[in-house]
């Protein structure tokens, strides 16, 4: 069981270590993301050319890699960070976006998945494609199944790779091969803004760098994203509204909110 | 005579199959155009490898090119894509935008508009310098010419590509070499918001993945986009909260709502 | 003294020319500062093509150059452009960030402040690293000096460069080596919403397309988008809303309103 209080703990945590994050991100995601992260307390970076990846990833407390527009010289970059945090031992996650849609990008996602990521964050179709679990092509970047479907794969990925795996979407699971955390904060509407699984992982990096516990790290990103989530959307008339709602209580979210987490087991 | 009706069948189509939008888009318009396309109800994918575009848009139910931010790699990317969707059978859209501004940009537009897209849509310097018409230089990405007059050179354009060509403006026009339509939406606040032309040739986009009149659904691509500005600007103390009225009034049309569609001949 | 009144005469003449403001900027930063020139009344393109950066600035009022997301690709179309804006007389706008963060970017920053921009825009740490006088390492893209203690610094940077060099903060200082001017206006939590630095450098290049005098264009530039960052501020929940009420504050801001800018020496 984890508590609201516990989360509390790791966000007050955030916010007071203001944790930089180097984010190599798509493009559609780089506005929202790298808003969320300083909505939420931390300090993010976009850097990702081959010249001075490694030495920023030294000075950064957490590393996101977002293949979602990915191409040769980023992925480049990509490969290039994910060692450097690999090797000095910080964490890093790996949002395969899209993995399953093309080859290229299914390829390019289990390469980044076999260098250690801390935690891989997707969608249950991304989630089966990089298990190899999956029959059905991904559409697009958009997930054609329920997080639940793909539960299993994440078990078994997570063993395979050592690492913690969160498949999200109506409800979030996460594992780490073992243990499943369930988090149930949420709210339809946030599939109609872009970029919230790009989000989603980006301040799991966040939470990551101030949370040893990947799991219970990625488990209280995700609740505490959802929770946002919930509390702009009784207030949007819309996905245009609910997006800057959300920034707003990512930047307001106190010790009484957060009681609406929902962390389970 | 088009009939709000008629729109309204469109998107309610839309809205059914919610198509996969395979977007090469430019920087500045990732980030409004994959919300517009998300609230609107499709979905969409931004996608410029050169080793995936093919096989993605074969996924695709439409392909958007939009040229604002262009450089060599994403326009051999764009190429390939374009030749994969015209060799499909797949509708897909030519912004050129910034044609006019450069030699460069010019010669890309040309070369582009040369590959069989279903529709073009550019503001009335685009189209101009698209036809070899203009003598005016086009002044960076904004338009210094009316939309009508642009009419004969985008009537010219559409019998000689074989397309449709779609000029906007504080009127637009619709015109695939015979017939023209007028669509009288929008509001001139609209112009104060980055990437709404790119959203209009987004829309397109998704519109023609359900419409196989190509004509009927850049009209109404447009004539939603421009009420939806319109029901935006009214509740708008300026561009920044327009745009995101307008995201919502993208989400909220309805039946009701859309009788304010103004498309004629 | 610098008066309101001047800082309006600047902005009717920026309203009334609606200059063409080249940017060669970073993907975080495209959206937000495309936004923004929009809103204060100019016209920005986002172009970085090699092979039209050239012919694309003899057509600019101004040149923003800004090396956020760096690249290779990147920094030869910003210098090309930077020798192309120089050899014509351009007025261009350097916004050196996150200098001194690795030593690829505190190269580039370097070489292209060689270029003779003609305001060089940073935080604190930013201008410390440019000046070589820094011992910290810039943390990141945020600063870990206030603005005043880089402002020797940025005396002797803008009197070795021949430029005018603007030190943003809580207060800001611009100077051009021999005067300093103070600019009081802004909000903390403005700190919390990505690319406003960048967007201070973009409205810096709209101003200088109007005001000869650099250092009136940097402080007035700066006064006006702090300003408008206090009236966002107070109806503000957050720092998403204080996003889209910035960019209203920017498009509405009048005479009267102006009497909040608070320049002096």
Redesign the interface.
Known sequence: MVTPRDTWLTLQELRRVAP?V?SIT???A???T??AL??IGA??????????VD??VG??HALVVNI??????WVSAMTRAAEGAASRGKPWVLDPV?AG?????TGVARELAGRKPTVVRGNASEILALAGASTT?T????SVHQASDALEAARDLARELATVVAVTGAVDYVTDGERVLRVENGDPMM?????LGCTASALTGAFLAVQPDALLAAAQALGVLGLCGEIAARA??????L??????????LDEGGIEGVRIGE
Not at 139 to 142: K, N, P, T
């Open positions: 930089l180097h798509n493009y559609v780089m506005d929202v790298a808003n300083l909505a300090s993010p970076a976009m850097v990702h050319a081959e010249d001075e030495e920023f000075l950064a979602g527009t990915l191409s040769p010289a899209g849609a093309t080859r290229y990008r092509a559409r697009g970047v958009d599939t109609r803004v872009t970029a949007a008339a819309g996905p245009g509204t997006r800057l709602h959300l920034l707003d209580a990512l930047y307001r």
